[in-house]
């Protein structure tokens, strides 16, 4: 790690800082209650290092097979104080993978899917890869028309695959996750948070304990508080551009 690109993920970890807290303020809102998950896709494990070391708790990935190795090259003092999330899409045969290095994957969105991390979260644990649950949310598609697609239950569909991994024996339903539809404006992007917080909110109704709403990313994390998200993922804004 040279001193250069240290104190790049500095500056850029603090700026994001500076956004998260005063959007907190704006919104009347305590910044201990949003959790700062950093999208570390394309960027290599000594970077996790690195933002560890800066004090970043939470990190997130979205392709098994990088996210896998990169896991894998983690020191395990690093591991051991690192929750690592699952953001992308997920193929079903890739979930038995996914749950041997993951604690968190936010991208449910299908019954065979969350049959599947189940199956394989209980392999792991059989076989002491993993020693708890994994915590799982429920991607939510909030595009509208043409702009749905990037993943995710439609609306309508949520409470069923929610349903499903609360009945899970190795899974925890932890609540709500989504990204903005492409193509909006901030209040179209502003409109969609807020009927992924609707959602949350009867979701809530039904399993209190599912109460994280994971949206924002590093343009549109300010709208995401103003919302009322519990979980930002911020690559580009604190990683920098893709290389
Ligand atoms: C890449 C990614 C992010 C981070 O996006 P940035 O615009 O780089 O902050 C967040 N969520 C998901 C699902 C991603 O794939």
């Given amino acids: 790690m040279t001193d250069a690109r240290r104190l790049e993920l500095e500056t850029n970890l ?9 959007a907190c303020r704006a919104a009347d809102r305590d910044p201990a209650e949003v959790t700062l998950v950093a999208i570390t896709k394309f960027f ?3 970077d996790v290092v690195t933002l560890v070391e800066l004090g970043v708790r939470h990190v997130g990935e979205n392709r098994d097979q990088e996210a896998g190795a990169k896991v894998a090259e983690l020191p395990a003092e690093v591991r051991s104080v690192l929750t690592v999330h699952f953001v992308g899409q997920l193929q ?9 290095y993951a604690d968190v994957v936010q ?5 065979r899917l969350v049959d599947a991390l189940d199956r394989g979260a209980g392999a792991a644990l059989e076989t002491g890869e993993r020693h708890t649950p994994v915590s799982v949310t429920v991607q939510v598609d909030l595009g509208e028309g043409e702009a749905r697609g990037r993943g995710g239950a439609l609306p309508d569909e949520v409470p069923a695959v929610a349903e499903r991994i609360a009945s899970s024996e190795h ?3 932890r609540g709500v996750m989504a990204v903005a539809p492409l193509g909006l404006d901030g209040s179209g992007t502003r409109a969609a948070f807020d009927r992924l917080l609707a959602l949350s909110r009867r979701l809530r109704g039904d399993h209190p304990g599912a109460s994280w709403v994971s949206a924002g990313m590093s343009g ?3 709208t995401a508080v103003a919302s009322g998200a519990t979980h930002l993922r911020v690559g580009t804004a604190i990683l920098g551009p893709r290389r």
């Fill in 92 to 100: 079903t045969n890739k979930a038995r993978h996914v749950v041997r």
């Fill in 107 to 111: 991208s449910a969105d299908r019954d």
């Fill in 14 to 22: 603090v700026r994001v800082h500076e956004r998260i807290d005063a």
């Fill in 171 to 173: 899974l925890r339903l």
């Fill in 44 to 46: 290599p494990a000594a």
């Fill in 220 to 222: 549109d994390l300010e």
